[in-house]
């Protein structure tokens, strides 16, 4: 469903020349959100990525560094591979 989004995030990647470890991570981070929310990518809200967050946090007891890594790669792919604005407000990163 969106395996031509997660292609484009790869590239975007590369052209962006972030390292091989940060490029896998922000791919599988992205993945797992897209599968957790199971909707097409440019269907998807503030309010999915909200209640991703709030998963992670409540039912995984990720720490904040985790949940802020995971909103950095969420943040690119919908800034650089679907070309959203990005609104700090309603995702804001976590206190450690």
């Known amino acids: 469903m969106n395996e031509k989004y997660l292609l484009k995030l ?3 990647l590369r052209l962006k020349n972030f390292t091989k470890n940060t490029c896998d991570d922000y791919y599988r981070f992205t993945k797992r959100f897209l599968d957790f929310i199971g909707k097409v990518s440019m269907s998807i809200t503030y309010a999915d990525i909200r209640k991703f967050i709030f998963h992670l946090k409540d039912h995984e007891s990720k720490k904040a560094s985790t949940i ?3 909103t950095a790669a969420i943040r690119f792919f919908f800034e650089y591979t679907l070309g959203y604005v990005w609104d700090p407000k309603k995702i804001p990163k976590m206190k450690r």
Do not use: F, Q, T
């Open 68 to 70: 802020n890594v995971y």
């Open 10 to 12: 790869r590239d975007d």
